[in-house]
């Protein structure tokens, strides 16, 4: 079984920074595509930033140019760095894991909350 555990959530001032890490454990796996997830209240769950284990990266509109994701040099490991935090930053976010073979696996999510 692979478990993923997420952390670095917290409150953070507006304009502020955070470094989400995420970290997978478990046997015989690869976890070929990270991604960042968050879920605001009363929204539905949205992709923030993804990573493949070959350097392709993306980001949504709504981080680009603010954030940066990267896979750890320790496998299957992943870290998120976001500036300028803004008050609808503020959400639930969740790691995610795709292997090669299509199994998914999710952390029980870290609470960033951005607020004055």
């Known amino acids: 079984q692979v478990e993923l555990v997420e952390s670095g959530g917290g409150l953070v001032q507006p304009g502020g920074s955070l470094r989400l890490s995420c970290s997978a454990s478990g046997s015989n796996f690869n976890l070929h595509i990270m991604g960042w997830y968050r879920q605001g209240a009363g929204k539905q769950r949205e992709l923030v930033a993804a990573a493949t284990d070959e350097g392709g990266k993306t980001y949504a509109t709504a981080v680009k140019g603010r954030s940066t994701i990267s896979r750890g040099t320790a496998k299957n490991t992943m870290y998120f760095q976001m500036n300028s935090l803004k008050p609808e930053d503020t959400a639930v976010y969740y790691c995610?894991?795709?292997?090669?073979?299509?199994?998914?696996?999710w952390g029980q999510g870290t609470q960033v909350t951005v607020s004055s």
């Open positions: 995610n894991g795709l292997t090669d073979s299509g199994d998914e696996y």
